[in-house]
């Protein structure tokens, strides 16, 4: 697939104020900087389309940019860690799961998951309750340059161990680098497979 045009339209507080749901999208979700706009980044090959930052929570709404004029990738807020209140917290966690279950044309939600760490409870747990939700998951493990090749293979396996007691059959599992833009060509072909799947 390639990206001719990527532009950036719409932060929303709320899932109401979300663009009309008329086009497919595909959601990036994960801990607090785990890597998802330096991501999206990539897969468009610009350097600033969604912003990234340094400070962990400064994704606090629900981000779209439109991709070729005909489908969105979209920046949720990242869960766990982030340096505001209880309070703010639980607006994002209310705003991202009514988003999840409400937005009907949300064709597949990429959960990033730090390749330097072990899987984490928040990650095990948060994957979970979305596949309990039926919703069409892919697993996407980042930042991959920072591991040797040997590291980066028994992070990989001990993710999919752990997983693979609470599942059956694991998503697709794609390991990625933005820096390297690694995994790029196989996160747009299963977006480009999903959409032929849909029409």
Same mark, same amino acid.
Not at 24 to 40: D, M, V, Y
Not at 42 to 55: E, F, G, N, P
Not at 115 to 130: E, K
């Given at each position: 697939?390639?990206?001719?045009? &990527?532009?950036?339209? &719409? ?6 104020? +979300? ?7 595909? *959601?990036? @979700? ?9 991501? @999206? ?8 389309? /969604? ?52 937005? %009907? ?9 730090? *390749? #330097?760490?072990?899987?984490? #409870? ?9 596949? #309990? &939700?039926?919703?069409?998951? +892919?697993?996407?493990?980042?930042? *991959? ?5 040997? %590291? ?32 790029? %060509?196989?996160?747009?072909? @299963?977006? *480009?497979? /999903? @959409?032929?799947?849909? %029409?």
């Amino acid at each position: 697939m390639e990206i001719r045009k &990527a532009e950036f339209v &719409a932060s929303s507080d709320h899932v109401s104020k +979300c663009p009309k749901p008329d086009k497919p999208e595909f *959601a990036f @979700i994960g801990r607090s900087n785990s890597g998802k706009s330096s991501l @999206i980044n990539m897969l468009v090959q610009r350097k600033d389309l /969604a912003k990234t930052s340094q400070r962990p929570g400064k994704t606090r709404t629900i981000n779209h940019f439109l991709i070729n004029e005909g489908w969105y990738l979209v920046d949720l807020p990242g869960y766990g860690y982030a340096s505001v209140s209880k309070q703010v917290k639980k607006g994002w966690g209310s705003m991202t799961e009514q988003y999840l279950l409400k937005r %009907e044309n949300l064709y597949a939600l990429f959960v990033l998951l730090d *390749a #330097r760490l072990p899987l984490q #409870r928040i990650d095990a747990n948060f994957i979970i309750w979305a596949g #309990r &939700a039926g919703i069409p998951l +892919c697993l996407v493990m980042t930042k *991959a340059d920072k591991l040797s090749a040997n %590291e980066l293979a028994a992070n990989r396996a001990a993710i999919q161990k752990e997983l693979l007691k609470i599942w059956e059959e694991l998503p697709p599992f794609v390991v990625t680098s933005s820096v390297r833009k690694t995994g790029r %060509e196989e996160l747009l072909d @299963i977006i *480009a497979r /999903a @959409i032929r799947k849909m %029409e």
